[in-house]
């Protein structure tokens, strides 16, 4: 039976004064930059942001019968005749970290529609300051509100 065996050479480095010194230099630069680039990372995260969310939902409120009749079928609302009628309900939250202030929402809809009416269907408080803004609006397919404090 024959046996190997492996003989190991263990190398002592020895580092001059100047490379260790140089050695702790770089590690200590190197340590430096990740934490300085961690912390402002963080400092990033806390920054205060302004921030509207907004979250839409879409009622049709058509009724759906045969053509023949479909043809004959008039409906309106508020006086006004329609052909289609859907309803949009719009909420907006500050998902922010700060107080958003004298901002304007513009509610654009697709050429063909056309808004019959434009409500806030929960009245905000007062302090909030949201009105529509009907005079900035430039076409009937877009609603524009301001609101005051968020």
């Known amino acids: 039976m024959e046996s ?3 003989v190991m050479v263990a190398a002592e480095v020895v ?8 050695l702790v230099a770089v590690v200590g630069a190197v340590i430096g930059v990740l934490g300085t680039v961690t912390i402002e990372r963080v400092k990033l995260r ?6 509207l969310s907004w979250d839409a939902k879409v009622h049709n409120a058509m009724v759906s019968t045969d053509e023949r009749i479909r043809r004959l079928l008039r409906l309106s609302y508020n006086g ?10 719009f909420r907006v939250e500050n998902t922010g970290n700060r107080v958003v202030k004298d901002e304007q929402l513009r509610f654009s809809f697709p050429p063909g529609a056309q808004i019959i009416e434009a409500v806030l269907t929960s009245e905000p408080e007062r302090e909030m ?5 009907p005079e900035r609006e ?8 301001t609101i ?3």
């Open 46 to 51: 806390r920054e205060p942001t302004k921030r």
């Open 129 to 133: 300051g949201v009105a529509r803004r």
């Open 148 to 150: 005051g404090q968020l």
């Open 138 to 145: 430039q076409t009937p397919r877009e609603a524009v509100f």
């Open 4 to 6: 190997v065996s492996a």
């Open 15 to 22: 580092l001059t004064e100047f490379q260790q010194n140089l």
């Open 80 to 89: 006004h005749s329609i052909e289609g009628l859907s309803s949009v309900e």
